[in-house]
């Protein structure tokens, strides 16, 4: 398994072109199975997740080609399940019961699998295709589903899930009759998924709102398509740099989707300015305590910038509380830590941090991708040496982590 070492201390000064959405391409791939034609999608990022995604999707059929940062997509189906083995490794195979179902009108799917975060249930799928007349019997592990009778329909959410606004999207697209879904998910990936399929001639209005409505079409075409920038990646490196301190410029973002991460930086004393497609950091002195951080669905404070935004804090001159209201277990970076110096006390879903002046080198574990990302920063502050075991986690969503990093001027290795 490989680890990454890093000796903590070096600011970081540089450029840095920002990779493809991950969370925005995956349910793309899902929607590409909407069409037998081409669909070509531009700005993927060579992710873990990504192959994971690209080898269910062959495994029922499809054409999946990579030419650097573009993949070719044939959705030539010849099977209706996704096995249990590749369902596993991924949460966004869940998506393809959505595509899958709308193309074949029958699908088996495994329980998906993903960072293990929380309980992660998909009753607000499932509770949605029931609403759109899906017959729907879960046994032995798997989801059977029967889409013989399905029909556009009014869907409130309970909460707005991302990957079930998402799933809804694609099973409704090519549903007879028009779907409207309110409570809906408004996050950056939804308006991507809205735009690819508007391209594939689909009739979706309303994302990025609580509201969307979906007219169901007889059947959609190829396309071509640029993911949008990952927004995610975005602020991890924006974070890397408040930690080290430095100089850097994030080039090809979309600075409105870092609404509530921007706000907080410059409020913890960063400089950052934005021009376009650019975002600049300079990070000059210790950081001020963030006070009160709480996750919530966007535009509030993204959960899956909680665990590098707990790094921080480690640091910073004074106290702040964390809560996590999104994801039931997502502090398992905490006890990593606390190993190398930090001051976290967790009750339930909130953690009280107190900043120390710099955190120390130790051997920890990545638990899962964010929270590794979290160890990655902690160990460019502290001092001596790190070394970041299971580092496989982080890669299923940086790319080129460690090169992106050394560019930068950090000392970070992976071996
Ligand atoms: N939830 C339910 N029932 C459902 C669906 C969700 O109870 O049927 C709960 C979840 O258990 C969780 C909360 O609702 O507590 C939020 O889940 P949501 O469905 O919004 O998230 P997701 O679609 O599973 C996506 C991202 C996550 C990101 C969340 C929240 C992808 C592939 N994953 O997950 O990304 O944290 O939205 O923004 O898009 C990551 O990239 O590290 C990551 C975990």
Excluded: W
């Excluded at 990070?283 to 959960?303: I, K, N, S």
């Excluded at 001159?317 to 990593?336: S, Y």
């Amino acid at each position: 398994m490989a680890k990454y070492i890093i000796n903590g201390g070096s600011a970081l000064n540089g450029k840095v072109f920002l990779q493809g959405a991950k969370n925005a391409v995956l349910p793309l791939f899902a929607a590409a199975l909407l069409t037998e034609e081409e669909v070509v999608l531009h700005n993927c990022p060579d992710l873990l997740d990504v192959d994971n995604m690209a080898r269910i999707l062959q495994s029922i059929g499809a054409d999946v080609e990579r030419h650097g940062e573009t993949i070719k997509i044939r959705g030539n189906l010849n099977s209706y399940e996704i096995p249990y083995g590749l369902a596993k490794e991924l949460r966004s195979s869940i998506f393809l019961l959505g595509s899958v179902l709308a193309r074949r009108k029958k699908a088996k799917v495994a329980y998906p699998g993903g960072c293990d975060i929380g309980l992660r249930p998909i009753n607000i799928h499932l509770d949605a295709f029931r609403e759109l007349g899906v017959k729907i019997e879960e046994k032995y592990g798997y989801i059977y589903c029967d889409a013989s009778n399905m029909q556009g329909s009014h869907i409130n959410f309970d909460y707005p899930s991302v990957g079930a606004t998402e799933n809804v999207m694609l099973l409704a697209a090519t549903a007879k009759g028009i779907t409207t879904i309110s409570n809906a998910a408004r996050e950056p990936e939804i308006e991507g998924l809205q735009d690819f399929l508007n391209l594939m001639g689909a009739k979706v209005s309303g994302a990025g709102t609580p509201f969307i409505t979906i007219e169901g079409v007889e059947s959609l075409k190829g396309t071509e398509y640029t993911t949008i920038p990952d927004r995610i990646v975005a602020g991890t490196y924006l974070m890397a740099c408040a930690i080290c301190g430095g100089e850097v410029e994030l080039i090809g973002a979309r600075p409105a989707h870092l609404h509530a991460l921007l706000s907080k930086l410059s409020k913890s004393g960063c400089k950052i300015k934005v021009n376009n497609d650019k975002i600049y950091i300079k990070a000059d002195r210790r950081l001020l305590p963030f006070e009160r951080v709480e996750t919530q669905p966007y535009p509030g404070f993204p959960t899956d910038l909680q665990a590098p935004l707990c790094a921080l804090a480690s640091v910073a001159c004074g106290n702040t509380v964390v809560i996590e209201n999104i994801f039931e277990t997502r502090f398992k970076h905490v006890p990593e830590l606390i190993k190398m110096g930090a001051r976290i006390i967790v009750s339930g879903s909130v953690a009280s941090i107190r900043g120390v002046e710099r955190l120390r080198g130790a051997e920890v574990t990545a638990m899962d991708l964010r929270g590794g990302a979290a160890l990655v920063l902690a160990g460019l502050n502290a001092k001596g040496t790190t070394i970041i075991n299971e580092v496989h986690h982080i890669e299923r969503g940086y790319e080129n982590f460690d090169a992106i990093l050394s560019s930068l001027g950090a000392d970070i290795v992976k071996v």
